[in-house]
Every structure is written in C-alpha cells, then in structure tokens.
Nanobody, 122 residues
Framework: QVQLVESGGGLVQAGGSLRLSCVAS????????MGWFRQAPGKEREFVAV?????RYADFVKGRFTISRDNAKNTVYLQMNSLKPEDTATYYC??????????????????WGQGTQVTVAS
C-alpha cells in the first residue's frame, strides 16, 4: 500500500505561484509513476502532469507548471506559476507502480491523496 499526502494549496492572486508537495509512504517510491490531477466544482477530474523517468503535461499548463520528484524524500512536487482563476480546483496526487509508460487517464492510477485546495483570485 502507498499512502499519499498533499500539501501546499491555498489562496493566491492571479499571476502568482504555489508549490504543491505530495509525500508518499513506503520504501519503493522510486519505482512509482506519479501524477497530478485536479477537479474543479461541477467538472470532471482532469490530468495535469505526470513524472516517471520523464515528464508530460496537459496542454493548458505547459510553460506554467513544472512537475518534479525527489526520490530521497519520497516527494513529488508541482510548481505552479502564472496562475489563472481557471486553475482553481482541488489538486490530487496519484501513483501507480511502474515507470515504463506515463499514463494520463485517472483509472490507471491505484493510489490517491486526499487533495489540496488551490484558489486563484482574479
């Protein structure tokens, strides 16, 4: 079992930045692909970014968000810059075992955090 705990959400003005963190339990973090998803009120959950040996992003965050990981700390990060009001959502960290293929569909992920709220004021 892998437990994921997100932190770093909050209220920020448009154009501002936040860094989300997700700490994973367990000793095999380095073999898990890690992803970030988000869900806004009344909308479906959507893919944001994923990292294994490489990274991939949703088109709407390219150039603004950066996903990274520190395997020594069992932590994955999402640096969010140039935030827009439409980025307001609950952000979730997710994981699945394996590093070969980077998945963007949420049904491929086996483990989920509880979410952290990001609110961007205009």
């Amino acid at each position: 079992q892998v437990q994921l705990v997100e932190s770093g959400g909050g209220l920020v003005q448009a154009g501002g930045s936040l860094r989300l963190s997700c700490v994973a339990s367990g000793r095999t973090f380095s073999i898990y692909t890690m992803g970030w998803f988000r869900q806004a009120p009344g909308k479906e959950r959507e893919f944001v970014a994923v990292i294994s040996w490489s990274t991939r992003y949703a088109d709407f965050v390219k150039g603004r968000f950066t996903i990274s990981r520190d395997n020594a700390k069992n932590t994955v990060y999402l640096q969010m810059n140039s935030l827009k009001p439409e980025d307001t959502a609950t952000y979730y960290c997710a994981a699945y075992r394996g590093m070969t293929v980077m998945m963007s569909n949420d049904y491929n992920y086996d483990y989920w955090g509880q979410g952290t709220q990001v609110t961007v004021a205009s």
